[in-house]
């Protein structure tokens, strides 16, 4: 299994651009879930999902859309790129259920400019 | 509002030693109080996790110890190695839908 699996890796934005991070994962995880991780701030959930066609918001969700049309992908969209979204972007995935063991990606490091 | 606190920011300890790291949290409707370690350049990944029914959890040289009376839980780190070196990060959730983080511990092993 490859896990959960992340594209780019590294991206750079100009200030107003848009751009899609992509998150798939091969584990049959319902859960999944994107993270923005920025110094001092820990790891702060922007937006999840808890299964194909059901997304919600987290504790940051201003300036990204998420939608999840399969069980496998979960892309993470910014309609209009801000200097405050600069950071390192996480997707995670858990089985549904009372196990709450969450794997995460590699991350994807966003600058925008 | 940081719905967990952790601390210390960051902790140096020699080889051998205990690393102790704490957490404080509020809400008491949450069941699930996961650490994470994250090495440079990678994602976090679970290291030990405890529900509120048991005060104690350990694998191997991790324990987690949780007081449910004064909403706090710690790590402790015995026999601590130079390879622990990383970031930890405490967080808790009720429903396993949203987690919340603690701002992180940069933990540094001297051999």
């Known amino acids: 299994n490859a896990g959960v699996t992340q594209t780019p890796k590294f991206q750079v934005l100009k200030t107003g651009q848009s751009m899609t991070l992509q998150c798939a994962q091969d584990?049959?995880?319902?859960?999944m879930s994107w993270y923005r991780q920025d110094p001092g701030m820990g790891l702060r959930l922007i937006h999840y999902?808890?299964?194909?066609?059901?997304?919600d918001q987290g504790e940051v969700p201003n300036g990204y859309n998420v939608s999840r049309s399969t069980t496998e992908d979960f892309p993470l969209r910014l309609l209009s790129a801000a200097p405050s979204q600069t950071s390192v972007y996480f997707c995670?995935?858990?089985?549904?259920?009372?196990?709450?063991?969450?794997?995460f990606g590699p991350g994807t490091r966003l600058t925008v400019t | 509002q940081q719905q967990v606190k952790q601390s210390p920011q960051s902790l140096i300890v020699q080889k051998g030693g205990i690393s102790i790291i704490n957490c404080a949290y509020e809400?008491?409707?949450?069941?699930?109080f996961p650490w994470y370690q994250q090495f440079p350049g990678k994602g976090p990944a679970l290291l030990i996790a405890?529900?509120?029914?048991?005060s104690e959890k350990k694998e191997g040289r991790f324990t987690i110890s949780f007081n449910k009376s004064a909403k706090q839980f710690s790590l402790h780190i015995m026999d601590s190695q130079p390879g622990d070196s990383a970031t930890y990060f405490c967080?808790?959730?009720?429903?396993?839908?949203?987690?919340?983080f603690g701002t992180g511990t940069s933990l540094t092993v001297i051999p």
């Open positions: 405890i529900r509120p029914d048991v």
């Open positions: 999902s808890v299964g194909a066609g059901i997304t």
């Open positions: 809400n008491t409707a949450f069941d699930y």
């Open positions: 967080a808790a959730t009720d429903t396993g839908n949203q987690f919340y």
């Open positions: 995670a995935s858990r089985m549904a259920g009372g196990n709450y063991e969450q794997y």
């Open positions: 584990m049959n995880h319902e859960y």
